[in-house]
């Protein structure tokens, strides 16, 4: 098979699932919550991405490579899994931009202790 079909079913699979079971992302988040609970450590989101892509693989080993569906699962959870730390960085970036605006703070990884500036 094509990459590119197999690509285009990876797309086709992910609307598909979205329509059974909704947004992907709450169902991530959601795992990933319940993961931390249970194993008592910090899941991601994306954690749990990579957790179902290691599945996959070792789907795929047990089937000397040969499961259609394992590798179309890899490439849809590699597309949630990339828009999910996306995501993360951004929400990164705008609590730093917000540290920033309201408390007149640097950001850390430029000094070795973050200083307000001007607000006692």
Avoid: N
Wanted: proline content about 3%; charged content about 35%.
């Amino acid at each position: 098979m094509k990459k590119e079909d197999v690509l285009r079913m990876a797309f086709q699979t992910l609307e598909q699932r979205q329509q059974t079971y909704g947004d992907p992302y709450e169902g991530i988040a959601l795992m990933a919550d319940m993961l931390s609970a249970y194993l008592g450590v910090d899941i991601e989101p994306h954690d749990v991405c990579i957790i179902e892509i290691i599945q996959k693989v070792c789907r795929l080993k047990r089937q000397d490579g040969d499961h259609l569906d394992s590798w179309i699962d890899i490439v849809g959870y590699a597309g949630i899994g990339s828009e999910v730390a996306d995501e993360r960085k951004k929400e990164k970036v705008c609590f730093k931009e917000y540290l920033r605006k309201e408390f007149g703070m640097e950001d850390p990884s430029s000094k070795d202790i973050a200083e307000p500036k001007g607000k006692a």
